[in-house]
């Protein structure tokens, strides 16, 4: 996959990204790496994984909806 596939732009919008457990395993899979070095945060929604930061990914174990809504009264790029 190119480095810069135009999501660039876009992802210079945002300081955070949320995802899935199958999603964040096929970016894995995908990337060949992992997400220690990303600038952004990044939150995993899984019930199979305990909560926490490991390796540059914040587990999370709560609904997406009501981790959102808290997310969203943070500072930061998309806070609404």
Known sequence: MPKDYSMGPFFATIDHRHHGEKDYDD?????????SGSKMKNFVFSHSQPPGERSGVTFVNESPKTFVQQLRKRPGKTSG
């Open 27 to 35: 970016a894995l899979k995908m990337g060949g790496g992992g997400f």
